[in-house]
């Protein structure tokens, strides 16, 4: 009895850390199986190894909250509750945790092509490297329960690692691609909106995302991420209340259920300061908005004879030079930082759609 109360605290403590420290990702049902699967786990000390494949269970939670960090932390708890109530060796644990970190690596790093038959073949390999170590480690004589017990604990991983891993794709990363390509079609309602409220900022928007498109695809960068944040970089100035035009822009997209990642490097952009790093995509963003917004305002004031290399320099070095400057401590790399100046400066007919 008192073994049985200990597992469920045990579980029930770490299921409610884990959670906590993961609340941004977890969802009721995540939380319920998150629960489950601890409770689970600490019913594993007692019963063989094979029976419970715990790498499997992590990629399981990997796969539902769509979450790698998520994944990680409920490796660790399956893998030491048992081993906390039990006090096995913490060399299993280690095995344990390595292998399944290695699972969920492998699942996401391939999560947007939906092709994992090499990565179990990786798996496997590696699992079985590990726990031939670990029996060398632990000096211990190979008996049949040494060899078939893994065995079955692999096989019932890799099912696993195969069922969930179709199911991520088709049910998170498939369903992520289509809201990704709704979001950024030049006609999305929120554009159209855009277009018949401020024609201006309409502008402004289109042919920054146009830009941010073309470099994302020249420096390897996502182009659908960076096509997002040049459309809905300002799209708060639909809406007129007191909060800063990054609250606005933020609670619209959310309200709007943008995808996380653009929702998060629209936060960056609106929370870019001065002398605090910023990173690369949105560096772009900044560099390619401040040109075009500046281009419309000296055409607005009827400037149409600019020495349009002279300016885009000008406006380049303003944004990395100075006490004060934007991007100073920008994660851009100088050789695409003057690669995006000499395009920039190269594309001077385009510039005739901002008058």
């Known amino acids: 009895m008192t073994g049985a109360v200990r597992n469920f605290i ?5 299921a409610f850390a884990t959670m906590f420290a993961c609340r941004k990702n977890v969802t009721p049902r995540i939380s319920l199986l998150i629960t489950v699967l601890g409770i689970l786990a600490s019913v594993q000390a007692f019963i063989p190894d094979f029976l419970v494949p715990i790498a499997g269970f992590a990629v399981v939670i990997a796969v539902l909250a769509s979450s790698p960090y998520l994944g990680v932390s409920c490796l660790m708890l399956f893998s030491a509750i048992p081993f906390l109530i039990t006090e096995r060796s913490f060399e299993y644990f280690l ?64 099912v696993i690692m195969k069922i969930t891993g179709y199911r991520y794709y088709t049910d998170v990363v498939k369903v992520e691609e289509e809201l990704y390509l709704n979001v950024v079609d030049p006609e999305y309602p929120l554009l159209m909106k855009l ?11 289109i042919h920054t995302a146009h830009f941010t498109e073309l470099f994302a695809n020249k420096f390897g960068y996502d182009p659908v991420l960076m096509k997002g944040l040049g459309f809905y970089h300002r799209i708060g100035v639909l809406l007129e209340d007191d909060a800063s035009l990054n609250m606005r822009t933020i609670a619209l997209v959310i309200e709007q259920g943008f995808p996380d990642d653009i929702v998060n490097v629209l936060k960056e952009y ?21 040109v075009i917004d500046r281009l419309m305002e000296e ?34 790399p100088y050789s695409d930082l003057e690669d995006i100046r000499k395009h920039l400066k190269g594309e001077k007919l385009y510039y005739g759609f901002l008058r």
Do not use: H
Not at 311 to 331: E, P, Q, V, W, Y
């Open 195 to 205: 277009k018949s409220m401020n024609k201006r900022e309409y502008k402004r928007a």
């Open 10 to 14: 045990v579980a029930g403590v770490m």
């Open 95 to 158: 095995f344990y945790a390595v292998t399944g970190m290695i699972a969920i690596a492998l699942i996401y790093g391939r999560r947007k092509t939906g092709v994992f038959t090499d990565v179990i073949v990786v798996f496997i390999l590696v699992y079985v490297l590990l726990y031939t170590g670990l029996i060398i480690l632990k000096r211990l004589s190979l008996t049949p329960g040494l060899i078939i017990a893994p065995i079955v604990m692999l096989i019932l991983d890799v």
């Open 270 to 290: 609106g929370d870019a300061v001065s002398g605090e790093r910023i990173s690369a995509e949105v560096s772009i963003t900044i560099i390619v908005d401040t």
């Open 299 to 332: 055409y607005s004031k009827g400037f149409v004879d600019i020495d349009l290399n002279k300016f885009i320099d000008r406006t380049i070095l303003s944004l990395f030079s100075g006490k004060d400057s934007l991007l100073k401590k920008s994660a851009i």
